[in-house]
C-alpha cells in the first residue's frame, strides 16, 4: 500500500556516478533534493577499472568540473597516478588520467555527503507515477510515494541485471548487489520503449600471486597535473601500473573453450561495447595479432587486490584462471574474484530532449547508463546536465543545452538523442568534429560563462578562473605584437633544427614553427610564470603557446561552426507535422518522427537523413511558418 512520505523538489533515483552528480549540483542550485539509493554504503562506487579520465573522458572530467560537477575534485583526493595520454600526437588529444585509490573514492564521496547533509533514503524505487503528462512521484518498493516536481532515473546496470559467468547466471546489478526490477516495468507502461545492452569486467587477482619482475612497470607524469581546477595540492604516489601480455598458449586456450562464453554460445545475444572488446573478441576477431597487453593496475594503496586490465571475459571461471596462468608472470595466478558480462536494460535516449528530460513527461529525465551510456565520465557528464537541468525548470528557468561545439558533453547528448543506440556509448576524441577546440587545457575558456551564468561555481573560483582565461588572452595579444630580434633567438633556433632569422620577427610568428616554445624565447616580464595567477601560471603560458601554434587549424574550425550556426538555431516546432512532407522517403518521415529533432542541425545528424531531405523540410517548415502566421492575423 502506497503512502506519501515527503514531498522534495527532485528526486533522484541511483547513488552511481550519474546520480551523485545530479544530486550534488542540484543542491548546489537551491532545490530540495531527495537520493534514492539501494545501498547506502554503494553511493560513488567505482565498480570497474580503478581510474578516472583518459582518451576524450579526460576532456569531460574537466569540462565537469568547470560546470560545478564534483568528479575531479573527488579523483585528485584519491589518485594514486596521474598521466596524460596521447602526448605523442597533436594537442587536442592529449588526455588526462588518474589511477585512482577506489576505497578512498567511495569514503571520500560518502563523508562528503555528509558534510553537505544531502538527504539519502536507502531504497529500491518501483513506480514513476505522471498526472497529465507531468511526474507526480517515485514509489518505493516499501510503499512511500515520494511527491516531486522533477526526477532523475540513473539506475544503470541495476536494471533488471543478469550476470554470465560461462554457464552460470546470476540476478544482479553488480557481483554481491541486487538488480532493480520494478522501474523498467513502469516505465514500459508509461510508453518508453527500452532494449538490452551488455558490459563485462576482468578479474580480479591477489597482488602476491604475480611475479611483478616480469612485468614492464609503467609511471606516471614527472610533473603531475590536477583534474580539478579547485585542486590547491596535488602529489600523487605514482604508484606503477604493470604490462603483461598474452600469448599463443592464451588464444589457443581461449579458442577452445569459446563455445562456452555465452556471447558466442548464444546466452547473450545484446551488444557490448565496440571499442572494449572482450579477450574472447580481441582474440577471435584479431586473430593476426599474436598478443595483447594486460595492465596490471592497483585497485587502492597497497591494495593485495589487482584489476587486470584487457581482460574483460565471461568464460568459466576454471578457463580464465587457466588462460591466465599462460602469461609470463601469472603462471601462479589466484583469483579473488572472476570477470564476468552482465545483461542489462536501457532506455533508448533518442526518446529525451537534448536536455535529457523525456518528450513522454515533463520532469522526469534519464541519465547514464539506463540511457545506453557506458563509463563514470560519460555517467557522471550525464548526471550534472540533468541535475542543471531539473533545477532549472523548477526554477522555471531556460536550460542548459551545450552544442557539439562547445563541450565533449555536448557531443555525447547530442549523439545520444539523436542516434540510434545499438551498443553501449563511450566518448572518444573521434566522436568530435571540433576536438581542436575541445581541449582539456581550455574547458575553462569554453564552458566558464555558463557557471557564472547558472551559479555553478563558488565565487572565489569564478573570479580566479576569469582572470586565467584573461591573461591568457591577454598573452596571445602580447605575443602577436611582440617582436624578437635576430641576437635574442637565433641560437635557440638553430639548436632545436630552425632556420634563423635576418630581421625582428613577431614572436607568434615564430611560435607557429613546430619546434619553436615559449621556453626558448629571450626572458622577459610578460614571459614569465611570475607575472600571472600563480595557481595558474604555467596553464596560462601552456594555452597561449597552443592558442598561436594552431591558430590556422583553428580559425578555419571557428569559420566551419559559424556556416553552420544558422541550422544549429533553427528551432523546429514541437507541434510541426512530419506525416505532411510527402516528398521525402517513407524512412526519412519514420525516423524524424521517432527522434523529433529539436533544430535543423540535429535533423541533418540523423542516420540516414539526406541533404535533400533537408532542403524539402526547410521548405516545409517556411510554408508551415507562413501558414501559422496568417492564421494569427
Known sequence: MKHITKKYDLVVVGGGHAGLEAALISQKMGVSVLLVSM????????????????????????????????????????????????????????????????????????????????????????????????????????G??????????????????????????????????????????SLKGLGFLSGRLKT?????????????????????????????????????KDEPCFAFRTNEKTHDLILKNISRSPMYSGDIDSSGPRYCPSIEDKVYKFSHNPSHVLQLEPEWSNSKQIYVNGFSTSLPEDVQLKCLKTVKGLNNVEF?????????????????????????IGGLFFAGQINGTSGYEEASSQGLIAGI???????KKKPLQLKRNEAYIGVLVDDLVIKDTKEPYRMFTSRAEYRLQLRASNADQRLLKYSKKFGLLDDKILKKLDKKTKETEKLVNYLGKKSIKPEEINDSLRSVGEKPIKEPTKAASLLKRPRVFLKDFPKNKKINKKEYEKEYAEEILFEAETEIKYSGYINRQKAEI????????????????????????????????????????????????????ISILLVYLKRWFHVKRNRVL
Not at 72 to 99: E, H, M, Y
Not at 205 to 223: H, Q
Open 562 to 613: 559559424e556556416k553552420t550556426k544558422i541550422y544549429e538555431d533553427m528551432t523546429i516546432p514541437k507541434d510541426f507535422d512530419y506525416g505532411e512532407i510527402k516528398s521525402i522517403s517513407n524512412e526519412s518521415r519514420e525516423k524524424l518522427l521517432s527522434i523529433l529533432p529539436e533544430t535543423i542541425g540535429q535533423a541533418q545528424r540523423i542516420n540516414g537523413i539526406r541533404p535533400t531531405d
Open 336 to 360: 579473488l574474484r572472476p570477470g564476468y558480462a552482465i545483461e542489462y536494460d536501457f532506455f533508448f535516449p533518442s526518446q529525451l530532449k537534448s536536455t535529457l528530460e523525456t518528450k513522454k
Open 39 to 142: 545501498d547506502k554504503k554503494s553511493i560513488g562506487r567505482m565498480s570497474c577499472n580503478p581510474a578516472i579520465g583518459g582518451l576524450a573522458k579526460g576532456q569531460m572530467v574537466k569540462e565537469l568540473d568547470v560546470l560545478g560537477g564534483s568528479m575531479g575534485v573527488f579523483a585528485d583526493r584519491c589518485t594514486l597516478q596521474s598521466k596524460t595520454l596521447n602526448l605523442s600526437k597533436g594537442r587536442s588529444v592529449w588526455s588526462p588520467r588518474s589511477q585512482i585509490d577506489k576505497i578512498k573514492y567511495e569514503r571520500t564521496v560518502q563523508k562528503h555527503l555528509q558534510r553537505t547533509k544531502l538527504p539519502v533514503v536507502e531504497g529500491e524505487a518501483i513506480v514513476v507515477s505522471e498526472k497529465n503528462g507531468k511526474i507526480e512521484s517515485v514509489v518505493l518498493a516499501s
Open 144 to 185: 512511500d510515494e515520494i511527491l516531486c516536481e522533477a526526477a532523475i532515473l540513473t539506475c544503470g546496470t541495476f536494471l533488471n541485471g543478469l550476470i554470465h559467468v560461462g554457464e552460470k547466471k546470476i540476478k544482479a546489478g553488480r557481483m554481491g548487489e541486487e538488480s532493480s526490477v520494478g522501474i523498467t516495468e
Open 200 to 236: 563485462g569486467t576482468p578479474p580480479r587477482i591477489k597482488r602476491d600471486s604475480v611475479e611483478w619482475g616480469v612485468g614492464l612497470p609503467g609511471f606516471g607524469d614527472k610533473n603531475p597535473k590536477p583534474l580539478s581546477y579547485r585542486t590547491k595540492k596535488f602529489n600523487p
Open 389 to 395: 537541468n531539473a533545477s532549472l525548470k523548477i526554477k
